[in-house]
């Protein structure tokens, strides 16, 4: 479980009068509409809406109305990394008033599995993704947020992460949450301390394109130039 991270700077509530967009959030008659013979939902229709977030984001005070800004307004470079930042941009959109959404300002699952907070240990990977995405300067990230530099990324952690940092020793542990993160994250580090989150593809690729297997394969492992640091293969010829 992470130590602690700082609050998210308040900020003011939707207005009832104004509430996040309506054409982007399905209404009764949509949803009806939707469905098919089957009696379920098309994915548009029951599929969480981004438009909502961008409306906390619009309304949040902050200078630049934007996603950028509100990372921003969490970010220090003092911290070891943007876990801390991670946290209050997090912050800002659970603990926004959207009762005008949601009744009695109950979010749904699916709008806070958008948002998981780092504080509850999760390893928060399409918040990370994110974060690689607007903050690494080179393909194929877009590089939009300079003011952050890629040496405080950590590592998007899926299921071929996973498997791929236990198989080259990166990490040991058996759970996919926030310390694991942290630890491979640190391992890349020795790496490279500058973008340490730069091996995120190649690592994940080589998994999902089946090049390994997460186990001995005599014929899927023979070309991989990574045998040597392998679990399975170490010490073994």
Known sequence: MPSSFPGATAIPPISRSRPCSP???PTAASTSSARGSTGRSSAWATRPR??????????SGHASRSFKGLFLSSYSTADPHVGPALEGFVSAFLEQ???AIFPRNRLSY????????PSTGGACKRMHLFLRWMIRQEKPDFGLWTEVPPAALLMPVDTHIENMARSVGLTRRRSRNWKMVEEITAGLKRLDAEDPVKYDFALCHKRMSGQCLNRRAAVVCAPCALKPACVHWRGRR
Do not use: I
């Open 23 to 25: 054409p982007a959030w």
């Open 50 to 59: 981004p438009s909502c977030a961008a409306s906390t984001s619009r309304r």
């Open 97 to 99: 008033d959207l009762s």
């Open 110 to 117: 699916g709008y806070r599995h958008w948002f998981p907070r």
